[in-house]
């Protein structure tokens, strides 16, 4: 909590809400009070981004229509990963400073329950009928003194049903479209599971130290972010083996597949950009450049959505003129971090 504490301000400029909260001094507000101008229980109807927001120990989230924020709410410690479970009407956040997930219920607009995990959890994914979500537990460290386990999550009931074993420090997870087979990024590889019995199929250690993995909407191929070698790597389902090996921005950290599965967006969180892939040729076709450090990314239809985590910002790109339409201001105790559209 030391970063809200340092940063908490009551000096009547620093408040950037619209009238009449403009200037009106809230006592103990983040600088510059952005999160304290707006609701802090959601939206209870219609599609919005929610975002996790690291630092400030909450969800921000923003109407997809009007790009504007319009709910912040209080989540646990350090929230880092979001998913949304279909038909469940709920998203689960996971709380990296604690060992637990919190689930929102976007039709109450609040936090209602939480759920415990392992150490440290970072990713997390839901199988596409919304029954089952899946959290990589990372900690206690993200190298060779991590965690090897991923909890698997009941969505009817919101509990931990068992706990299988991955690879060294698990980070990201993505699921196949038939919800039979469970990718994990992991320190010493990307690990594949068997979502029926929870068993690993194969490890690629080739694909160590990566980070984002996006499954394509056909399920013949898998996106891996490899930030150490500023490559995104494209992995054939059927054998197993990685078939592409693309450059892309600077320490790549997410990447997310367009909903008809013809562009691949990977966020390039040391230069600032987000680079564009023809998934049919496996090759880039743009650059767009987006707000400091751009982790967390997810895409619709026709607008892509950043978390740019030193800008403290949620750009939203047009997919077809890309251009960046909007930056969504949360305010510098923030930290924005993991992004989904629900």
């Given at each position: 909590?030391s970063?809200?504490?340092?940063?908490?301000?009551?000096?009547?400029?620093?408040?950037a809400?619209?009238a009449?909260?403009?200037?009106?001094?809230?006592?103990?507000s983040?600088?510059?009070g952005?999160?304290?101008?707006?609701?802090?229980?959601?939206?209870?109807?219609?599609?919005?981004?929610?975002?996790?927001?690291?630092?400030?120990?909450?969800i921000?989230?923003?109407?997809?229509?009007?790009?504007?924020?319009?709910?912040?709410?209080?989540?646990?410690?350090?929230?880092?990963g979001?998913?949304?479970?279909?038909?469940?009407?709920?998203?689960y956040?996971?709380?990296?400073?604690?060992?637990?997930?919190?689930?929102?219920?976007?039709?109450?607009?609040a936090?209602?329950?939480?759920?415990?995990v392992?150490?440290y959890?970072?990713?997390?994914?839901?199988?596409?009928?919304?029954?089952?979500?899946?959290?990589?537990?990372?900690?206690?460290?993200?190298g060779?003194?991590?965690?090897?386990?991923?909890?698997?999550?009941d969505?009817?009931a919101?509990?931990?049903?068992?706990?299988?074993?991955?690879?060294l420090?698990p980070?990201?997870?993505?699921?196949?479209?038939?919800?039979?087979?469970?990718?994990?990024?992991?320190?010493?590889?990307?690990?594949?599971?068997?979502?029926?019995?929870?068993?690993?199929?194969?490890?690629?250690?080739?694909?160590?130290?990566?980070?984002?993995?996006?499954?394509?909407?056909?399920?013949?191929?898998?996106?891996?972010v490899s930030?150490?070698?500023?490559?995104?790597?494209?992995?054939?389902?059927?054998?197993?083996?990685?078939?592409?090996?693309?450059?892309?921005?600077?320490t790549?950290w997410?990447?997310a597949?367009?909903p008809?599965g013809?562009?691949?967006?990977?966020?390039?969180?040391?230069?600032?950009?987000?680079?564009?892939?023809?998934?049919?040729?496996?090759?880039?076709?743009?650059?767009?450049?987006?707000?400091?450090?751009?982790?967390?990314?997810?895409?619709?239809?026709d607008?892509?959505w950043?978390?740019?985590?030193?800008?403290?910002?949620?750009?939203a790109?047009?997919?077809?003129?890309?251009?960046?339409?909007?930056?969504?201001?949360?305010?510098?105790?923030?930290?924005?971090?993991?992004?989904?559209?629900?």
């Amino acid at each position: 909590m030391s970063r809200l504490v340092e940063n908490a301000t009551t000096h009547l400029g620093d408040f950037a809400g619209d009238a009449p909260t403009r200037g009106a001094g809230i006592r103990g507000s983040n600088f510059p009070g952005i999160q304290d101008s707006v609701p802090k229980t959601g939206p209870t109807s219609g599609v919005h981004a929610y975002a996790t927001a690291l630092v400030s120990y909450s969800i921000v989230v923003i109407d997809t229509t009007t790009r504007r924020l319009v709910a912040c709410i209080p989540g646990g410690a350090n929230p880092y990963g979001i998913a949304s479970a279909p038909g469940t009407g709920k998203l689960y956040v996971t709380n990296s400073g604690a060992g637990d997930v919190s689930v929102l219920d976007t039709t109450k607009g609040a936090i209602t329950g939480t759920v415990d995990v392992g150490l440290y959890p970072h990713g997390v994914a839901s199988s596409p009928d919304g029954r089952t979500v899946y959290v990589a537990n990372t900690g206690p460290d993200t190298g060779v003194g991590g965690s090897r386990t991923l909890t698997v999550i009941d969505t009817g009931a919101d509990k931990a049903t068992t706990t299988w074993q991955t690879g060294l420090a698990p980070r990201s997870v993505a699921v196949s479209p038939d919800g039979r087979i469970v990718y994990v990024s992991c320190h010493d590889g990307l690990t594949v599971l068997d979502a029926e019995t929870g068993m690993t199929r194969r490890r690629l250690p080739e694909l160590a130290k990566a980070n984002g993995v996006a499954v394509h909407p056909d399920g013949k191929r898998v996106y891996v972010v490899s930030p150490s070698s500023d490559t995104l790597a494209v992995l054939d389902t059927a054998s197993l083996r990685v078939v592409a090996r693309v450059r892309v921005g600077r320490t790549p950290w997410q990447v997310a597949l367009s909903p008809d599965g013809t562009r691949a967006w990977v966020s390039g969180a040391n230069d600032d950009t987000v680079t564009i892939l023809d998934t049919a040729t496996a090759k880039a076709v743009g650059t767009v450049r987006v707000g400091h450090i751009p982790t967390g990314i997810t895409t619709t239809v026709d607008t892509v959505w950043v978390c740019t985590n030193a800008g403290a910002t949620v750009d939203a790109i047009d997919t077809t003129s890309l251009r960046v339409l909007a930056r969504i201001e949360l305010g510098l105790s923030t930290g924005p971090s993991g992004v989904v559209v629900a």
